[in-house]
Nanobody
């Protein structure tokens, strides 16, 4: 079983930036698509960004132009660069690849 560990969350003011990381316990990102999801209190988990094997990225409309997903296969790590953060981005962010999920990292955007 593969373990995914997210890091990089925290408290940031509106307009600020954070970079989330997702590290895998073994090499899976080089052969699978990877996605970031988020879940805010009282809401369903939603897909935020996804990157395919070929490197193509897609985003939910609400983060398009502000977030960037990238992967470093040599480090078994996927990143989510989040800029121009808004209070509505507050959520627990999860990394996912196939049936594997991380434990999540909290992102709070507040002044």
């Amino acid at each position: 079983q593969v373990q995914l560990v997210e890091s990089g969350g925290g408290l940031v003011q509106p307009g600020g930036s954070l970079r989330l990381s997702c590290a895998a316990s073994r090499s899976i990102f080089s052969s699978n698509a990877v996605a970031w999801y988020r879940q805010a209190p009282g809401k369903e988990r939603e897909l935020v960004a996804e990157i395919t094997l070929g490197g193509s990225a897609s985003y939910v409309d609400s983060v398009e132009g502000r977030f960037t997903i990238s992967r470093d296969n040599a480090k078994n790590t996927v990143y989510l660069q989040m800029n121009s953060l808004r209070p509505e981005d507050t959520a627990v962010y999860y990394c996912n690849s196939r049936e594997n999920w991380g434990q999540g990292t909290q992102v709070t955007v507040s002044s």
